[in-house]
């Protein structure tokens, strides 16, 4: 097997083997455009480096083979004291990192060869500046000398010499530079820069190897999900110079702009330069457009070659090109990197063009992408600097003063905008999460009640930003050494996870109707659909307009919390007997009819399921904590009021509904037997909604789901009760009322038992909240805060599973789940629900498994709907193939 592959060997899909520097540079060199030529080094050869700490055995005599080829091409050789062929030595992986490891550029000269290139090409200030570069690039990368020490002594060159830029100092001044980096590069490691261009090469191949384990490299891997098992090509192409005076020059630019995604040319470039001047800020460069004027012969060129390669390669371009002598070179071209509205808008207008099809159109932008076009975004350039991080849980930007709890966030923010910043949420807190314009949270995870709140509501959140100490006594709370006061303005940045003392401008990024053609394409290319988690008329309008085609999760919990109804709630909970049960009871009802009306109504002629009630009861409840201290306070102050009574009553009902691990107690399909009048309270308001819907014309379409099941005889029992409360209304409206009942699979036996269970439903919707927690004994809340990092980082996880579904363990439960119900029940519709339909790798995985949808939160309907579509493209692409 080779593990050295000339330009003109090597093939433009050999991506996983040359790297896309190096597929690409084979596929320009194939069509003839003017690339230096060159050969690279494999992923194989890197692989194997950092598997055995060696390279393979073969691997210097193909080098050394191809350097030889190289040398006859170019008629010169590597360190000739006459005229050297100097060379690059360049990273290239599968996918761009671009930054994120090293390069080497002028490989090859050395005292001897230095005044060969200064006579060859006679202007000795390029030669010594080249070989500056050289002693300062390779000291950095291969044997780190620290790259300031470079620095300093040229700057303190240029301040000896009065001058400001590098172009400024004269040849002399470059062979003064030269000694003074010898002497730095001895000093740092030893011994003496090599004079042997060949002991050059070789130590330049294995740096650039070495960098694909640099710390910047795996973070890089890591925030982009790229695996770290690739490895890094390597390129080794003759060098040709920028900085051969003024009709010379370098730059980057993009076929396209990468920030709009306008159809123009789009870069920089510096005369008399080479290319890391361009990216280092040293000087500042022209725009690309000016290279017209300068140099106009190598413009005509570069825009001809480029355009040409945009509609070859079919996407937009991100290339680097070199001018030497007027003569144009192109050095590398890839498919470049844009902003989530540059990419919906070059996707849409190369589809338009008839250069891709609207099917590739939609798999040429990153789901996740879409999170920057939904929500407000902090101005570009503030300047300011975070207090600390949290986790980014809610993308978007918010401003408002500091409150600390809900009441104060409901109260105050009917007439200004308020930021609360609490330890962590609860469902009792809804109405203060409602009132926010942004959420901060010292607890939690991606996953908390705060974070999945926020992300449905489509508000800002930071969660987990465990460096806030909170005294809701004091109204303070500290950063280290800063105090945030209640009143005081604070901003989060949802999408990075930071918060700022004071306001930060915000600006809503401007959405254009390409977003709504792509998501279009969308609809017409996935399978499977994608339905909301909504809980409220405002919340199903806002996913229908987000293209939502159903409500996959009503939870019916969040409608208690309301002041008018958590009183009736407590009374239901606490009645001493049926008469006040049957009291509140009676309140619920109506409200909850109303509730189920105004959402069946929003969603006309489209799904919605509908949870029965879940959490355990004693969530409704005041705080136990809270309670028992005003008990024990009153007790010693000797109180005997009627409130003190009360409060002593109300205790010691409260303990006796206390449960040790509630998330296992007494809730979900728990609650429904054994507290059976919630069950009927609840089926009999949607029922009576749907038939009052139906008699003024309107098609609602609810859809009963039971939650966490874990035997089939209790869902068979909990059918019965929903049965008889449907067949009463339809026999009391004269309704037809046909409401599937269904359940969700949430509880590991469940997915084992599936086939059972299927018996007595419609449909399953996955709840993989629950399952994930129940699977792995993960508390979400703690596991985020406390260990998941940790576990991230030592790669015992290699991804959060409350983020991303966990496919060999959770995910083997759910496909078994799924042959086992439709074995029993060939029409069982199957969905999820879970935070994971919002995941667009999650999403893949429950396409491959046959889920009829997916839901997720309103603003995650957009990525949901662009992520489905792939997966099916990806499938039928993988059937065809």
Request: glycine share 10%; charged share 25%.
């Amino acid at each position: 097997m080779n593990h050295v592959y000339f330009f003109d060997e090597g093939q433009a899909d050999w991506k996983d083997l040359l790297g896309g520097k190096g597929a690409n540079l084979c596929e320009m060199t194939r069509l003839g455009l003017p690339v230096p030529p060159g050969f690279t080094i494999t992923t194989d050869a890197c692989r194997a480096y950092h598997t055995n700490n060696t390279v393979p055995d073969t691997l210097w005599d193909e080098v050394r083979t191809q350097l030889q080829r190289l040398e006859r091409e170019t008629a010169k050789r590597l360190g000739d004291a006459h005229d050297p062929l100097l060379v690059s030595v360049r990273s290239g992986a599968k996918f761009s990192m671009p930054g994120m490891m090293d390069t080497i550029l002028n490989l090859g000269l050395n005292d001897h060869a230095v005044e060969g290139l200064a006579q060859q090409s006679g202007n000795p200030r390029f030669a010594y500046d080249a070989y500056r570069r050289l002693i300062q690039m390779y000291g950095d990368v291969v044997q780190n000398v620290p790259k300031h020490e470079f620095e300093e002594a040229l700057d303190d060159l240029k301040d000896a010499r009065g001058v400001q830029n590098d172009v400024d100092l004269t040849a002399a001044d470059l062979r003064e530079l030269v000694d003074t980096f010898k002497g730095l590069y001895r000093d740092g490691t030893g011994h003496d820069f090599p004079q042997d261009p060949w002991a050059q090469l070789q130590g330049a191949v294995l740096a650039v190897f070495q960098s694909w384990g640099n710390r910047r490299a795996v973070t890089y891997r890591r925030l982009n999900n790229i695996p770290d098992s690739l490895g890094t090509a390597v390129n080794v192409q003759a060098m040709v110079f920028g900085n051969l005076g003024d009709d010379s020059g370098t730059g980057v630019g993009f076929t396209r702009n990468p920030s709009t995604g306008d159809k123009e040319p789009f870069g920089e470039f510096l005369i008399n330069a080479q290319g890391e001047d361009v990216v280092a800020g040293i000087r500042t460069p022209q725009p690309l457009s000016a290279l017209e004027r300068l140099l106009p012969e190598a413009h005509r060129q570069l825009i001809d070659t480029t355009q040409g390669l945009e509609r070859h390669l079919r996407d937009l371009q991100d290339f680097e090109f070199t001018v030497e002598r007027g003569k144009l070179y192109m050095l590398q071209t890839r498919n470049g990197k844009r902003t989530a509205q540059a990419a919906v808008k070059v996707a849409v207008d190369l589809a338009n063009e008839g250069l891709i099809t609207r099917q590739e159109a939609v798999t040429r932008v990153d789901p996740e992408a879409l999170n920057q076009l939904l929500h407000p975004r902090l101005k570009p350039g503030h300047g300011t600097a975070p207090l600390t991080k949290g986790l980014p849980a809610s993308p978007g930007a918010a401003t408002g003063i500091v409150v600390f709890t809900a009441d104060e966030a409901a109260e105050l923010g009917e007439t200004q905008d308020v930021i609360l910043v609490t330890p962590e949420t609860s469902p009792e807190d809804i109405h203060g999460l409602a009132a926010a314009r942004g959420i901060l949270t010292a607890r939690g995870g991606m996953t908390s009640h705060a974070a999945v709140v926020a992300r449905g509501m489509g508000k800002p959140a930071v969660v987990g930003a465990e460096a806030l100490r909170i005294d809701r006594k004091a109204g303070t709370m500290a950063i280290g050494d800063t105090i945030v006061r209640r009143g005081d303005t604070l901003t989060l940045d949802g999408a990075l996870g930071e918060i700022y003392a004071g306001a930060i401008p915000t600006e809503q990024p401007e959405v254009s109707g390409q977003l709504e053609d792509l998501l279009a394409w969308a609809a017409e290319t996935a399978r499977a659909g994608v339905r909301a988690n909504a809980d409220t008329p405002e919340d199903a309008r806002r996913a229908r307009e987000f293209g939502a085609v159903g409500i996959g999760l009503c939870r019916t919990e969040h409608m208690f919390f309301g002041e008018d109804r958590i009183r009736w709630v407590r009374q239901m909970i606490l009645a001493h007997d049926e008469h006040e049960e049957q009291e509140a009871l009676t309140h619920l009802l109506h409200a909850q009819r109303e509730d189920f009306r105004g959402i069946l109504d929003a969603m006309d002629g489209l799904p919605v399921t509908i949870r029965l009630l879940d959490p355990p009861l004693h969530e409704f409840l005041p705080s136990l904590e809270e309670l028992a201290v005003r008990v024990a306070v009153a007790e010693a102050r000797g109180e005997h009021t009627d409130a003190a009574h009360a409060d002593r009553a109300l205790l010691s009902r409260v303990r006796a509904m206390h449960e040790t691990n509630p998330m296992m107690g007494l809730r979900g399909i728990r609650l429904g037997l054994t507290r059976p009048a919630i069950t009927r309270m609840q089926v009999r308001a949607i029922a009576e909604a749907t038939a009052t819907l139906e008699r003024e014309g309107r098609a609602p379409k609810p859809e009963i789901m039971i939650p966490l099941v874990g035997t089939a005889d209790e869902l068979a029992q909990a059918r019965a009760q929903v049965e008889v409360v449907l067949e009463e209304v339809r026999a009391e409206q004269h309704a037809t009322l046909d409401i599937p009942i269904g359940t969700m699979i949430e509880i590991p036996r469940a997915c084992v038992t599936a086939g059972e269970i299927a018996q007595y439903a419609d449909f399953f919707s996955f709840g993989t909240n629950d399952l994930t927690q129940l699977t792995f004994g993960y508390s979400r809340d703690d596991a985020q805060g406390k260990f998941i990092p940790q576990y991230l980082q030592a790669g015992i996880l290699k991804h959060d599973p409350f983020a991303t579904l966990d496919t060999e363990g959770v995910g083997a439960l759910v496909r078994m789940a799924v042959q086992a119900g439709r074995r029993t029940n060939p029409n069982l519709k199957l969905g999820i629900c879970g935070e994971h339909g919002g995941d667009p790798a999650s999403v893949r995985f429950f396409h491959d498994v046959g889920l009829d949808y997916v839901s997720c939160s309103p603003f995650r309907v957009p990525i949901a709907r662009l992520a489905a579509a792939q997966a099916n493209v990806d499938a039928v692409q993988h059937t065809t193939r």
